[in-house]
């Protein structure tokens, strides 16, 4: 799995980008609006910094399906408990 590096860009990015690249996804987190000044080139950059990190398209689509397994079954788990307390008939 990839690990997380800092990046800055001009253009708010996507949280997950799955388009940009044929062969990774990109997932980003911690998106925030910066400004920051350079003084011995007297240039400002204005954009964002955000942690970002890429995956082998495969690699992304394995974890994603099982992450979707592990939140369908947390469902049918409470539901379950639900329906055992006796509000499962409503």
Excluded: H
């Excluded at 799995?1 to 990109?26: C, F, H, L, N, R």
């Excluded at 910094?49 to 690699?59: A, D, F, L």
């Excluded at 689509?61 to 788990?77: F, P």
């Amino acid at each position: 799995m990839g690990e997380w590096y800092e990046v800055k860009g001009s253009v708010k990015p996507d949280a997950i980008d799955t388009t940009s690249s044929q062969y990774y996804v990109y997932e980003r987190k911690d998106i925030e609006k910066c400004e920051e000044k350079d003084e011995n080139q007297n240039v400002t950059f204005s954009g964002y910094k955000y942690k970002e990190k890429k995956t082998p398209k495969e690699q992304w689509a394995v974890e994603a399906a099982a992450k979707t397994i592990q939140n369908v079954e947390a469902i049918m788990l409470g539901m379950t408990d639900l329906y055992e307390i006796g509000i499962g008939g409503l």
